[in-house]
Nanobody, 121 residues
């Protein structure tokens, strides 16, 4: 059983900052990639940023200059530092992780339950 626990969402004014965290726990062998997605009301879920266990990162264009993804492999945790937040960043943010539960198993993508981020004055 694998569980992803997100934290750090909330209400912030435009121009403010938030830091999201997501910790993976349970029985697994290794994590390949962790990522943050978001889904605004009435829109499809979209990739925000992802990071490999080697530290390679990838960002969506709207957040490239404002958000930073990082990880702590020893803690199986990924972070998303969000600066200069805009009302358009309002969404439920989901953490995902590509995980092997056994040495010879395939990769599975697990999801957290989501955390609400609201940017409003």
């Amino acid at each position: 059983q694998v569980h992803l626990e997100e934290s750090g969402g909330g209400l912030v004014q435009p121009g403010g900052s938030l830091r999201l965290s997501c910790a993976a726990s349970g029985s697994f062998v290794t994590i390949r990639t962790m990522a943050w997605y978001r889904q605004a009301l009435g829109k499809e879920r979209e990739l925000v940023a992802r990071i490999t266990n080697g530290g390679s990162t990838d960002y969506a264009d709207p957040v490239k200059a404002r958000f930073t993804i990082s990880n702590d492999n020893a803690k199986n945790t990924v972070y998303l530092q969000m600066n200069s937040l805009e009302p358009e960043d309002t969404a439920v943010y989901y953490c995902s992780a590509d995980i092997k539960t056994e040495v010879f198993s395939r990769w599975y993508t697990y999801w957290g339950q989501g955390t609400q981020v609201t940017v409003s004055s």
